[in-house]
């Protein structure tokens, strides 16, 4: 999986793209529930699609674990519990919709688990060529924040954190960057994009793990990138319970 570049995602290109796309932000958004069987039918003409475009599509969720072939029953849907939360088109079709600050909480609680032991490693193991490129990303992020450039600063965000889990030397930890920069690319669905109160506390937080890096610190660097998660993750706990008042986030 490319770092940072969204791979695994199907975006809105041609019939069967639109199709996929459709089908599974409704089965994430509720409008097709847990144990429906679709209407194959109804679909194809709702979509003036042919069965075999159809069929394409509906392999694709298979391969999801959101839907399933039930013979003599028809295609059903799958619940949650199925689908393959961890991967990015699904992540991506959650941040679309109602699911966004859940999906955000229980990512940032796993990566608590994983990215600190990924720094850990990283300052151990990293390259002077990965060190200061990690340096830049973070650097990068600083001034995208200063600018007031929501966009630079996620880009710079995606490249930090790829850089780390990638230079961790673990391959399963270089492989969840991919699941990582999807998640961040959901925060482009936010209605405060990135640049907030929050940024510049978060963007020296990312600097001072560059620099735990640099300098071969592991316990440091696990500290920072842990502070650095569970900052946001106390941001994001922060944010549903505005959401829930029914407050301005």
Do not use: C
Not at 6 to 17: I, N, S
Not at 125 to 132: K, P, R
């Amino acid at each position: 999986m490319n770092r940072g570049a969204g791979a695994g995602v199907w975006r809105e290109r041609g019939l069967h793209a639109r199709v996929l796309n459709s089908l599974g932000q409704q089965i994430v958004d509720g409008g097709f529930p847990p144990g429906d069987i679709l209407d194959l039918d109804l679909i194809s003409t709702e979509f003036a699609v042919s069965r075999s475009v159809l069929r394409e599509a509906l392999r694709v969720l298979q391969s999801l674990g959101m839907v399933e072939p039930r013979q003599r029953v028809g295609t059903q849907v799958l619940p949650r519990e199925s689908w393959d939360l961890m991967h990015p088109q699904i992540i991506y079709w959650r941040g679309r919709g109602t699911d966004y600050l859940t999906q955000m909480r229980e990512m940032l609680e796993l990566r608590l688990g994983i990215e600190p032991v990924a720094a850990r490693l990283s300052a151990r193991l990293m390259t002077a060529e990965q060190l200061d490129a990690v340096r830049a990303a973070a650097e990068a992020m600083v001034a995208a924040d200063l600018a007031g450039d929501g966009r630079r600063f996620l880009e710079a965000d995606i490249d930090f954190h790829s850089l780390i889990l990638s230079g961790s030397g673990n391959s399963v930890m270089g492989h969840f960057a991919g699941t990582v920069a999807a998640l961040l690319r959901t925060r482009e669905e936010e209605k405060r994009f990135t640049i907030t109160e929050y940024t510049p506390p978060s963007a020296h937080r990312h600097n001072q793990l560059a620099e735990a890096l640099h300098e071969r610190d592991e316990d440091a660097a696990y500290r920072w990138s842990y502070a650095t998660i569970e900052a946001t993750l106390t941001e994001f706990i922060q944010e549903s319970g505005r959401a829930e008042l029914g407050l301005e986030a």
